[in-house]
Nanobody, 126 residues
């Protein structure tokens, strides 16, 4: 089974910084390739929205609301994606989810799928 495990969430004051991590793993085999990886967020009462994405080639895209403040990066060798968040504001408060397109070899068979992490809470308040 493929898992995405997020970490790094927490509470911070406005203007502060946090770094989120998301590591992919396959418990019954191994990961062959990870294509696009991304971070989404969902605030209470709102729909889930794309925050930032990164391709296997390293091309990135950002939501307008986070451009210049957030940076997405990845470590291909560690199957991990990061989100560095600076100049955090109360409106950044949300549950942040990792998403990845993964090809894995499990039980001798190749499986391609889109996977979500369990989410990590980010709270920005005075």
């Amino acid at each position: 089974q493929v898992h995405l495990m997020e970490s790094g969430g927490g509470s911070v004051q406005p203007g502060g910084s946090l770094r989120l991590s998301c590591a992919a793993s396959a418990t019954s085999g191994k990961i062959i390739r990870i294509d696009n990886m991304a971070w989404y967020r969902q605030a209470p009462g709102k729909e889930r929205e794309l925050v930032a994405g990164i391709t296997s080639a390293g091309d990135t895209n950002y939501a307008v609301s986070v451009q210049g403040r957030f940076t997405i990066s990845r470590d291909m060798a560690k199957n991990t994606v990061y989100l560095q968040m600076n100049s955090l504001a109360p409106e950044d408060t949300a549950v942040y989810y990792c998403h990845a397109d993964i090809l894995a070899l499990q039980y001798g068979e190749y499986e391609a799928g889109k996977y979500w992490g369990q989410g990590t809470q980010v709270t920005v308040s005075p």
